[in-house]
Nanobody
Framework: QVQLVESGGGLVQAGGSLRLSCAASGRTFSSVAMGWFRQAPGKEREFVAA????????VYADSVKGRFTISRDNAKNTVYLQMNSLKPEDTAVYYC?????????????????WGQGTQVSVSS
């Protein structure tokens, strides 16, 4: 069982930065992939970024590539999402997820555990 708790969301102006954190419980953190997804009002949940258990593989959605950076600290059981050059269209609830990915890091169904979400709002 893995429990995930996100933090770091908030309100920021366009062009600003935020860093999200996701703290995980459990002893198997380093063996699971971690992903960030987001859901804007009236839209489906979408993939943002993911990182393998070792941190050796990382993938981003095209919409955030070059602006967002995912990283993890296995000693602290924490995954981060550094978000720079934020845009109003980045406004959403951001969720972190954990799972043993077998097919694709970008698919939400590959993740077994989800956090409660943290709101990110970007004003223009």
């Amino acid at each position: 069982q893995v429990q995930l708790v996100e933090s770091g969301g908030g309100l920021v102006q366009a062009g600003g930065s935020l860093r999200l954190s996701c703290a995980a419980s459990g002893r198997t953190f380093s063996s699971v992939a971690m992903g960030w997804f987001r859901q804007a009002p009236g839209k489906e949940r979408e993939f943002v970024a993911a990182i393998s258990g070792s941190g050796g593989f990382i993938v981003y959605a095209d919409s955030v590539k070059g602006r967002f950076t995912i990283s993890r600290d296995n000693a602290k059981n924490t995954v981060y999402l550094q978000m720079n050059s934020l845009k109003p269209e980045d406004t959403a609830v951001y969720y972190c997820a954990a799972g043993r990915v077998y097919t694709s890091y970008t698919l939400s169904r590959e993740y077994d555990y989800w956090g409660q979400g943290t709101q990110v709002s970007v004003s223009s």
